[in-house]
């Protein structure tokens, strides 16, 4: 209510001229939200030279005064505010208000409002809460009445800094509106006397203000809030609770949702502690001191091919087991890598044959490596790991295991199998999510 926000500024501007100086329409709307007392301390916070609190209050009384006298004059609803109230409603979305204005204020404003077929289904006023915005105590005390646990299915449009600021200590979506704000500070016929060019740049300031503040959204219009609910509505589905029945798995638990919502700069030593202490781990999961873990910004797949590329030399034949899709893409790494390689293939619904394995160990001497995948992610198949990595060290063979699937979820003591080097990823067994891979090794590898 109350195009440009009029009513509190001549009140403010009046008020600090009963105490004998002026203020200008800036310093008077610098604070638009606040509780009103507080917006007085805030004005003369700006003054060169400080006032006593006799003098705030004496401002404040006065500013009061001239409110209470013109109030009911600026209580005219702002544009599409009726319609779009009737439409949320009709949604079922309730509707509820904070403000700057104290419960008597609020008295008259509710008065005029309904004559105005605008109501709310509930509101207070920060002098019935601790303290006023940007506190988030109004916004709780609204969720509380609603029945309301969680802030984020809560959304609070303002048109003020203190609004958006108030929203985001309640922790929920805040929508700036700019057309008729304080921010704006005009009255329609000033803003219909402005050019398009004129009007544009005024806007687009008043948007500075809201995005530096932190809104999540930015509307001209309360029209335009049917679209951004709508939107929000389709956020909070995505991050909806679910279980995702896929290979991966990728559902996660909160606790490794919650460990993301700390930013954390590279070179920070917690940082660094963090990370250390991550390769430790996933390094003893599987191994011992002789070996160490690679983390990388990447797939599964790019890990794969990361251990391929990296440890196996362009002369070095590779040996490829495949029963199933990732024994395939592993052949694909190595053609697109130029790599020399040999392979023998299986039913996919079958695990690999060791003594097959065998037969070709002995029919080849030019074989240096030995890839295959430990649990084939295609068919959830589980290959024999310890008597492939056996018979392939029994020949002198080198050792690469892909245990995307596997890993964490199944013993894999690489020391005792002498395996020489495995690639994994955090979105499978370890229950973390997609995007981060790592490959454990022998130090003595990656030294070479």
Known sequence: MDYGCFAPVKGFIDGFASIGINITNEMARKPMGLLKIDHTRAIAAMLPESISETQIMKAYDAFENTLFQNLAD????????????????????????????????????????????????????????????????????????????????????????????????????????????????????????????????????????????GADYIIDDMNELPDVITDINRRLAQSAGRKLLTPGPLTTRYSVKHAMLVDHCTWDDEYRAITTSVINDITNISANENYASVLLQGSGSYAVEAMINCFCRKEEKILFLVNGEYGRRMIEIAEKSRRSYTQLSFDMTQPIDAEQVEMKLKDDKDIDTVIFVHCETTTGVLNPLERIAALAKSYGKKVFVDAMSSFAAYDIDMSALDIDALAASANKCLEGQPGISFVIAKKTLLEE
């Open 74 to 213: 600026h209580c005219d609803v702002k544009d599409y505010v009726v319609e779009t109230v009737t439409a949320l409603r009709a949604q079922g979305i309730k509707i509820g208000s904070t403000t700057g204005y104290t419960s008597k204020m609020m008295e008259i404003v509710m008065q005029k409002a309904a004559m105005q077929d605008y109501t709310l289904d509930f509101y207070i006023s920060p002098d019935q809460t601790a303290k006023g915005r940007p506190y988030p105590y109004m916004i709780w005390s609204n969720l509380m009445h609603f029945g309301i646990s969680v802030p984020r299915e809560a959304v609070k449009i303002g048109d003020t800094r203190a609004d958006i600021e108030e929203g985001i200590n309640a922790d929920c979506w805040t929508v700036g509106v700019i057309m008729g704000s304080s921010e704006l500070g005009l009255t329609r016929e000033e803003v219909a006397a402005l050019s398009a060019d004129e009007l544009r740049e005024r806007k687009r300031a008043v948007r500075a203000v809201y995005y530096q503040a």
